[in-house]
């Protein structure tokens, strides 16, 4: 299948874009201070990963339900021929993060700080390919 080729960022875009660099700036400074806990950082990764996604999807001209669900939004990058950023047993792993954690006082495991900066890395590098503004 050959690569998918980067839309035209809409206005919608590059609103979600916007709010995704505050998500992604968050990732960055907790990233530099080992205190930082794991649940934090991981909500700020996911909003992130969220964000920009739905940004691809936008641009794409993809209609879907508001969903916090990283692997429901792969699933439709997918439908558009699209390659997600990131492994769909990656991204499930940060789906707890989007709510859960936010409201649960619960301990999840599922992710170590190092996987979720190359996460972070790599999705950086595919919303280059896919967008241009």
Do not use: G
């Amino acid at each position: 299948m050959p690569p998918h080729k980067p839309q035209q960022a809409t206005a919608e875009a590059r609103s979600l874009l916007r709010t995704a660099e505050r998500d992604l700036k968050t990732v960055e400074v907790l990233l530099q201070h080992p205190d930082a806990p794991i649940s934090s950082i991981c909500f700020h990764a996911q909003q992130y990963l969220e964000k920009v996604i739905k940004a691809v999807l936008v641009s794409n001209a993809v209609i879907f339900r508001r969903t916090h669900n990283l692997e429901k939004l792969a699933d439709l990058l997918a439908q558009k021929d699209i390659e997600p950023p990131l492994h769909k047993d990656l991204l499930k792993r940060l789906n707890p993060f989007a709510v859960t954690t936010r409201y649960e006082d619960i301990e999840i495991a599922l992710i170590d700080i190092q996987t979720v900066a190359e996460m972070i890395e790599k999705t950086r590098e595919w919303i280059i390919e896919q967008l241009y503004e």
